[in-house]
């Protein structure tokens, strides 16, 4: 297959390129399996020009995933307005959103908890995660100020909470919520016996 020739690009455009051509390779079978060579070829740019802005291709994927955190952010947090005064639906309506985009992304999804991609190393990364894990944290204490949910450690609920939505999600992504297991509604169920197990 014939290369294509470097593509001229407008200054400050490069990391815009690099980005949304590694986006969509990430979507592609072969995951994050890709080279910086290989980005390069496909965003139709010089080999050495990733470099530019990524000095390997460890930092091209906690941007990945730093985007990801982000996106995550706020599709969770853009159901809480929506629904402010009732901390039942608010809670359900943010973790059908948690699911939803990562049944959506699934190697993106895959990709923000993977090892090959350390958080500690890249702080925007880390706080990405961290502003993420707050939306959900902030739910559950406004459910415990309302007192629809118990007056426990937040951290305690909200670790629980993520443990459940996480396993979940990756569960649908890999196809294993067949209804002859887990029933025609699996969502519905389990969120219902989470807030049974929450609600105060």
């Known amino acids: 297959m014939q290369e294509k020739s470097p593509r001229p690009y407008h200054h400050g455009d490069l990391k815009r390129v690099v980005i949304e051509t590694a986006q969509?390779?990430?979507?592609?079978e072969k995951g994050w399996q890709f080279t910086l060579r290989e980005v390069a070829r496909r965003a139709g740019v010089s080999h050495a020009a990733p470099y530019k802005h990524f000095p390997d291709k460890s930092a091209?994927?906690?941007?990945?995933?730093?985007l990801g955190f982000d996106q995550l952010h706020r599709e969770v947090d853009g159901t809480s307005g929506r629904h402010a005064r009732a901390s039942r639906t608010e809670f359900v309506a943010a973790a059908k959103a948690y699911i939803q985009f990562g049944t959506a992304n699934p190697?993106?999804?895959r990709l923000m908890f993977s090892a090959d991609v350390d958080?500690?190393?890249?702080?925007?990364l880390d706080e990405a995660a961290a502003g993420a894990f707050a939306v959900l944290t902030g739910i559950l204490e406004r459910g415990?100020?309302?007192g629809a949910l118990k007056?426990?450690?937040?951290?305690?609920q909200a670790a629980a909470t993520w443990a459940?939505?996480?396993?979940?999600t990756l569960l649908a992504i890999d196809g294993q919520l067949l209804p002859d297991k887990v029933g025609a509604k699996p969502i519905d169920a389990v969120l219902t016996s989470l807030l049974e197990g929450l609600a105060s």
Do not use: C, I, N, W
């Open 24 to 28: 969509a390779m990430l979507q592609e």
């Open 60 to 66: 091209l994927l906690a941007e990945l995933a730093t």
């Open 107 to 109: 190697s993106l999804y």
């Open 119 to 124: 958080k500690k190393a890249f702080r925007t």
């Open 144 to 146: 415990q100020d309302s």
């Open 151 to 156: 007056k426990q450690p937040v951290r305690a």
């Open 164 to 168: 459940l939505l996480h396993g979940f």
